[in-house]
Every structure is written in C-alpha cells, then in structure tokens.
C-alpha cells in the first residue's frame, strides 16, 4: 500500500507515485509556502486530543502489536505540544541570528527519505513527525509487519490537518523492491536510516553521492550493577521482560562489578525468582505465555547446541533465563526475557566497552549511592551516552539526545546569508536565540 | 528403518490404539536415526537424557525432545546430506527467516500411501477429470515453498484439464490476480466438467465477496469441491466465521458444506491432516498431538488448551520427529464429534503471541492489501 497525497494508493501505481513525486508534487511542494513548526503542532495536539480520548483505541487495537497501548501510554508525553516546542528550541535554538556576515536560517534539508524500524510500533510515524517538525518533505518507507498502523496514523493526521497531505508519504513495500527504494533514494536530500548493519550498508549503497546519510543503527545496552546487595533488583526484572531486550535501549547484559565467578553464580540465583515473578505478572494472556515460553525454550536449546563446551552457566526459569558467561564482553542476549550476566570489574570497563565503541547507548546503573557519581563517570568515558536507573532505561526523557546527538539538527541545514549592505562588522557574537 | 512404512502404509487410517505399537516403533527407529546423524540432535539428548529405549508406551512420546519451529528457523539442521535428500521445502516466512526441512525417498515413499488412503477416505480421489483455479502460488524454481507444493498436490486428486493460479510471479514478488480468478469461475462454470477451487481460506473469503460484490453468483457443475490449504495460521477455528463461510459457498459458488474440505500440515509437519463431515481435524494414525502448557510446556488432559506440539516419525533427513509450533489449540474425544470417526480431533485457537484470535477477514485483508505470502 502507498500513501500519497493523502490517499491510499495500491502497490502497483508505485512507479507512477514515483514519477508524480519528481516531476509534479516535490517541485510544487519545495516552490511553494514552507511548512510551519506551528501547523504541525497543531495537528499532533489534535491527534494526541483524539489519543486521550479513547477514539483511536480500535485503530491501536486492529493494528499495533499487543502491549502498543502501554507502551504508547509511556512516550504520550514525549510528543505532547510543550515537550515538542522544548526541544525545537533545544535542539534548533542558537543556530539562526545575526552573523558577522550578515545573518544564518534555519532550512530543511529539503526532501527525507525514511528506512523505518520494525521493532517498535509507532516509531515510522515518530521519525516522519521529526521530519515534518524540521519543515521537510518525508518519504517513509515502512518495516516488514508494521500492519498498517502508520497508515492509519498517517490518514488521521491528513484529515485533522489537510495542509500535511503534501508533506508525508508512505510506502509499505517489501524489501525486495530495492528498484524502488533506489528510485525514492534518487529524490531524497537526505536518507534516515533506522536498522542493522544489513540495512544501514544497503542503505549506503544506494544513496546517491551527495545525499545525507542520517543513521540511527542499532546500539547495545546493559545494566551495570556495584554492590547490589539488599538492593531492589525488581524494576531491573521488569525491564528485562517488558523491552524483551528488543530495543537498543534495553539491557542485553548484565555486567556484575567483581571478578569471582561463585559471586556471580550466587547473584543468578538470587535474581532468577525476581525475573521469574516479573515474567508471570507480564505475560498476561495465554498467548503471550506461550510465546515467552517457546523463547526459553529455544534459549536453553541453542545454549545446547550453539555454546556447547564454552563453559556456560545456565538458569533456566520459567518464561526466562539467565546465562553466566565467562566473558567480559557486550553482545546481543537470547531477548524475550532471556539476559546475559556476566562479570565485568570497574577497572575493566573502558577496554572491555571500547571493543563496542559507536554502538554502546544505555547503562541502567544499580550501586550504592556513593559510588554513583564516580562510575556514571567511567561509563560515560567508555563511550556509554545514557546512563539511567535499570527501570528506566528504556524510557524517553524529555529533552534527551538520541544516541548522543540532536535529531533535528541533522535535518536541518544553515544557510548563512550576506547582508548586501555590507558586513555587519560589531555584530554582538552573544545575539544567539 | 522398515518401521516407518509399516506405520505409514497401514490400512486403518483413524485407528489410533491399533498403530500405537507400530507408531512408537518408528519413532524409536526415527529417534535413533537423528542421533546417530544430526551432531544437533545429538547434543539435545544428551543434555535432557534422551534415548530411543526411554520409549516404553505411548505416554512416554511427551518426553521426546521438542523443538519449537523458531529453531528450525535459526538452524538449518539436517540428518543427511544434502544429496541424498529427495528435496528440500521451507515454509512461508516473509521476514527472511524461514525452516529449512529437507524430504528423503523414504519419506516421500512413506507419504504417498498416506495422502492415497486419506484421499480415498475422505472421497477426494475421483477419475473424473477437473478443472482447478487455485487462489495461491503458482510452484516455480524461484521459491521451495511448502503451501505452493501442497497446493499443486491438491491438483492431482482428480486428472487435471486446466489450472489457474491467481497469485503469480513476477519482478521478484508475487501479485495477487482476484479479479481473473473470478472471470475464469465464471467461465468454467458454464461448462461440463466439475471445478475445484483450491484456496487459502482468507483468499476464497475475499474472491467470494469480489464475486457477490460485483453480482455474481455462478452454480459450479456438479461434482464440483473446495479445498482449503494453508491459510490455517490466518484462519483460526471459529465456529461463526465458518459457517458465514460455508453459506457464502453455497450462495455465490454453488458448492455445498459437504464439498469443502479442509487440510494442514506444516513443512515441518507434514501430515496430510483432513476435515471430516463436522469439519474436525481428526488425528491420523500417522500422528500424534500433545497439548502443553503454556507456562511449563508439561502435556496437559484432554480438553485443556496450550501449545499445539505435533509427532511424526515420518523424516529422517530432518530431525522433525517432535516439534512445537506457535498454536494454541485442544484436543476432544472423537467421539465428541459425531462423525462416527474415534479418533481425537485437533482445534487450533490462536497463536503464540497475539493477544486475540485473529479474524479471517481482517488476516486476508492485510495479505491482500500488500501482496504478499501469509
């Protein structure tokens, strides 16, 4: 299906979508009023009005994935009005104003073409909401399986706000099509790419030389633990089997601050009941349970097959597991509940991490509170860009980079533009907004 | 090895008590066979203390090792080499991981009396030549798919005189062709000779409200047969979506309740599972089905609902020989039933996962919406 115009249109008028794009509705677009900051506004806070209301609860219900509505629940007020309006000035504030030269502005980059995620439901939509923010045109290409929520996402945005139509596209094509992809490539100033290594090197691949390459890879994320003794390990438990390990945020190892091996033994034990527990009260529906207890059993089945004679420690429970490895290093656990635990002493953390330099995001930290300041610290040097309570890791924050940067400075451009009337030689350098 | 065909060519194709003895002997023999040739299957029984001779009844099948079809998807394990294999199947996933299952002769000689007794039993042999529009993939070389096989098998029931394919392949993908589907019934229908539509559920459903939508509605000649093939997993068993579609055959098509029937099978499965006159999936003497706990994965009584893990001693080129699939479903006595068969009858009822039963409608209507393979 494709979205264009504010319509859907079937998969077979993909090559006439593409030509009306170049020849007719990009130049009639880019030639035409730019879109406001203040136009988007409003129609995400009409749509989030319909959100709160219940009224697109059936939509959520027909499309997205179980567990969507919480989750939805949970990033509501990441694009509420207010929180978007703090982080346009954030995130954009200081890069227009009087220059020496004369003065710089803020532009879209022009034309983004979105390779969209899979592996959480409304992230298609979240990323095209950032490119409209930044006043571009988006092409979005969506996941495998996105069911058609982006969709009826997209369809309900246009209708509340018929002036977005021309802004948003949608294709929701198989990845085979990489014919068209390369076609939409051709026409975009910018590629956004979310996804694996296999994605963002295809993606490489077929971008134009001069277009912008804007990748959001995937990262690794683990829990860090230091004296954890008498702690509360359970929002720890409950993040592991709420986030099944599927977003870069999530916590695919945990990495114990010692060096013995009966330390770490002792800690599974310990955690194992609070992970199980966590895993009952999550997995509500029988369906649910059978999933997760299909990926345990796949877990303790590839630990047989795939890990035979490394040494592995496994604590398989119900729904979940845990498996002690006696390596130090960060790599992708079983998911679904099933979670890494290895030991990593502090003074090992920054050669250990450094191997996984470019893909290290979230430490949840659980250690005394003393301690707290000097290993948020030796994280953050290791290369670590978030650093939360093991709960919340997985939680956006208000205001919060992504992966260490600010979205929609990379999709804008400065255009610095000379006054005629000369230099403006005594212009203040503080004059920033 | 004889074991397997002794099971596979018996006569008595719903007897279950009758084919215990010879069914638990084949698995046996089959179970030896992957150990001794499939280093995967090995190490799994030997980590949870399998072998052959813990085989004691038929109770004891639940101690098989089970491997859920996710494992099949991540490992392509074999018992075989790859030429000593007849040929190598997978299922239809679409998110690039998909099982591997590779067929020895053994097996296909094996499966032949199989789907001929069943044939015959549930009356879908006939000399009388047919004509076949099949609302699914045309087989090709560019796929091993296991439904575009089982459907062109479908074909052979009756001799066939004309085939068509309403999906089809072309620049790397397939389209679906609803609209020349619907042309070609309504042509075929006037003639003599007796149609069968050969479908995955949801795209009858949606060929049939084409055909009402558009209205039409034709009378195939007599003689004339639904088959339904894997369109299982959008499809789950409810009573109300069935009998609307039972009633849309016979006002749009023509075809009575009777003439539908329905099959599954998985590529790692594949036993030739038929509906009866009640439209139950009664267990064939060449399977067996345990009921698991969703939580413990432990075999639960009769009646209770958990996952669907399925039995066949009927490969050796791959160890399928236990596998668990993604449904949830329930076994009843035969007897339940009323068709007269005793064997248990298998409901599925949704599937690991999801948190509701999906619908026919609304399954079809996202394949048909992107054109793509369920």
């Keep these: 299906m494709i979205f264009a115009n504010g319509e859907l249109r079937s998969d077979r008028e993909i090559n006439a979508v593409i030509a009306e794009l170049e020849i007719y509705d990009l130049p009639g677009t880019l030639s035409g009023p730019p879109l406001e900051a203040d136009t988007v506004l409003d129609a995400l806070e009409a749509l989030g009005a319909e959100l709160d209301s219940g009224a697109l609860d059936p939509l959520i219900a027909q499309y997205a994935p179980p567990g969507a509505r919480e989750e939805l629940e949970r990033v509501r007020p990441q694009i509420s009005r207010a929180a978007l309006e703090r982080r346009l000035a954030l995130e954009l504030g200081g890069l227009a104003g009087p220059r020496p030269f004369g003065r710089s502005e803020v532009r879209p980059l022009g034309v983004l073409?979105?390779?969209?995620?899979?592996?959480?439901?409304?992230?298609?939509?979240?990323?095209?909401?950032?490119?409209?923010?930044?006043?571009?045109?988006?092409?979005?290409?969506?996941?495998?399986?996105?069911?058609?929520?982006?969709?009826?996402?997209?369809?309900?945005?246009?209708?509340?706000?018929?002036r977005l139509a021309p802004w948003l596209y949608a294709f929701d094509l198989s990845s085979q099509y990489s014919g068209t992809i390369k076609a939409l490539a051709a026409l975009a100033d910018g590629i956004v790419t979310w996804g694996g290594d296999g994605a963002i090197s295809a993606m490489r691949k077929l971008a134009p030389p001069g277009c912008k390459l804007i990748e959001w890879g995937h990262r690794l994320s683990f829990a860090y633990l230091s004296g954890w003794d008498g702690m509360d390990l359970s929002p720890l438990a409950e993040h592991i089997v709420r986030a099944g390990g599927l977003l870069c945020s999530s916590c695919q190892v945990i990495f114990l601050d010692t060096g013995h091996l009966s330390v770490a033994e002792r800690f599974c034990k310990q955690f194992l009941p609070v992970l199980e527990k966590a895993a009952a009260s999550h997995y509500k529906t029988p369906g649910q349970a059978a999933q997760a207890a299909l990926y345990a059993r796949e877990t303790a089945l590839e630990q047989t097959v795939d890990r035979t004679g490394s040494g592995d420690l496994n604590f398989p429970g119900q729904s979940c597991s845990l498996t002690l490895r006696r390596d130090m290093d960060l790599e992708l656990s079983h998911l679904h509940g099933n979670v890494l635990v290895k030991r990593l002493p502090r003074q090992e953390l920054i050669p250990v991490l450094r191997r996984r330099r470019g893909r290290l995001q979230t430490a949840g930290l659980i250690c005394p509170d003393s301690e707290r300041e000097v290993l948020a610290a030796l994280l953050a040097r290791a290369g670590v860009n978030r650093i939360t309570a093991p709960g919340h890791m997985s939680d956006s924050f208000p205001c919060e980079a992504h992966d260490g940067e600010y979205p929609l400075r990379r999709y804008v451009r400065v255009v610095d533009i000379e006054n005629p009337q000369g230099r403006t030689e005594t212009a203040p350098e503080q004059e920033n907004f | 090895m004889l074991s397997r065909q002794t099971l596979f060519w018996l006569s008595r194709v719903y007897d279950l008590p009758g084919s215990d003895a010879r069914f638990l002997q084949a698995v046996r023999d089959n179970c030896a066979y992957h150990i001794r040739h499939c280093p995967e299957y090995r190490l799994i029984c030997e980590a949870e203390g399998f072998s052959p001779d813990c085989l004691h009844t038929i109770d004891d099948l639940a101690k098989l090792p089970l491997l859920p079809t996710l494992f099949f998807k991540r490992h392509h394990v074999s018992s075989m080499p790859e030429w000593r294999t007849a040929m190598r199947v997978t299922s239809s996933g679409t998110s690039g991981s998909f099982s591997r299952v590779g067929f020895d002769w053994g097996c296909i000689f094996a499966e032949i009396p199989m789907v001929l007794r069943l044939g015959f039993y549930h009356k879908l042999v006939s000399p009388v030549p047919a004509r076949y529009v099949i609302l699914g993939y045309k087989?090709?070389?560019?796929?091993?798919?296991?439904?575009?096989?089982?459907?062109?098998?479908?074909?052979?029931?009756?001799?066939?005189?004309?085939?068509?394919?309403?999906?089809?392949?072309?620049?790397?993908?397939?389209?679906?062709?609803?609209?020349?589907?619907?042309?070609?019934?309504?042509?075929?229908?006037?003639?003599?000779?007796?149609?069968?539509?050969?479908?995955?559920?949801?795209?009858?459903?949606?060929?049939?409200?084409?055909?009402?939508?558009?209205?039409?509605?034709?009378?195939?000649?007599?003689?004339?047969?639904?088959?339904?093939?894997?369109?299982?997993?959008?499809?789950?068993?409810?009573?109300?979506?069935?009998?609307?579609l039972y009633a849309l055959a016979r006002r749009v098509l023509g075809v009575e309740e009777e003439n539908i029937h329905e099959f599954f099978g998985a590529v790692e499965h594949p036993i030739f599972?038929?509906?009866?006159?009640?439209?139950?999936?009664?267990?064939?003497?060449?399977?067996?089905?345990?009921?698991?706990?969703?939580?413990?994965?432990?075999?639960?009584?009769?009646?209770?609902?958990?996952?669907?893990?399925?039995?066949?001693?009927?490969?050796?080129?791959?160890?399928?020989?236990?596998?668990?699939?993604?449904?949830?479903?329930?076994?009843?006595?035969?007897?339940?039933?009323?068709?007269?068969?005793?064997?248990?009858?298998?409901?599925v009822l949704g599937r690991a996962g999801l948190n509701d039963i999906t619908t026919c409608a609304a399954g079809a209507a996202e394949l048909l919406g992107k054109g793509e393979m369920p």
């Design chain 2, 273 to 347: 599972f038929n509906t009866c006159k009640k439209h139950h999936f009664h267990l064939p003497a060449y399977a067996r089905v345990i009921i698991r706990d969703v939580r413990t994965l432990k075999p639960l009584p009769m009646g209770e609902v958990g996952l669907v893990n399925l039995i066949t001693p009927l490969i050796n080129a791959t160890p399928v020989t236990s596998v668990m699939t993604d449904d949830l479903g329930c076994l009843t006595p035969g007897e339940d039933c009323g068709c007269g068969l005793k064997s248990p009858y298998l409901t």
């Design chain 2, 139 to 244: 087989p090709g070389k560019q796929d091993r798919m296991g439904v575009a096989r089982t459907m062109f098998g479908l074909t052979h029931f009756a001799p066939p005189v004309g085939r068509f394919y309403a999906l089809k392949w072309k620049d790397g993908g397939y389209l679906p062709d609803l609209d020349g589907a619907v042309k070609t019934l309504a042509r075929w229908a006037r003639g003599a000779l007796p149609v069968r539509i050969v479908a995955f559920p949801s795209y009858l459903w949606f060929g049939m409200e084409r055909l009402e939508e558009l209205g039409l509605s034709v009378r195939l000649p007599k003689g004339s047969k639904i088959l339904l093939a894997g369109g299982w997993k959008q499809h789950y068993a409810q009573e109300v979506d069935k009998s609307t």
């Design chain 1, 113 to 162: 073409l979105h390779i969209a995620p899979g592996n959480m439901a409304g992230l298609p939509a979240f990323t095209a909401v950032e490119g409209l923010l930044t006043g571009n045109i988006n092409l979005v290409k969506l996941p495998h399986g996105d069911k058609g929520l982006t969709l009826a996402v997209f369809q309900k945005l246009t209708q509340l706000e018929p």
